[in-house]
């Protein structure tokens, strides 16, 4: 899956998803981002390298469902996901879950 197709993917599930970082002033929003590659290998060689995705969904609203609906396209997707962190976060004076995954 190319990272242009996730990104869709996730937009379908919920659509102020932004790459890098998400508009001023949004206080509801999915933003993820690249932080390297897995790789597999096999006859002395990469066979793959697969990009590395964090996912911060961030949310002003208590017990929203919009991690639970960035989970299921993920479900959909088939891509394996990781919760690293998930709760309060004083910097965006929001609730802030964080996934890592990598996209295959």
Partial sequence: ???????????????????????KGKQRFVVWHRYGRSSLFGDNRN????????????????????????????????????VESEGYDDEYAAYRTILQLVVV
Avoid: G, H
């Fill in 47 to 82: 066979q793959v390298d697969a990009p590395k995705v964090q996912l911060d969904i961030v949310t002003n609203i208590p017990d929203d469902l919009l991690v639970d609906d960035i989970c299921a396209a993920l479900w959909r997707m088939d891509l394996p996901y990781s």
């Fill in 1 to 23: 899956m190319t990272l242009q197709t996730f990104e869709a993917e996730l937009k379908e599930a919920f659509p102020d998803v932004y790459e890098t970082a998400a508009p």
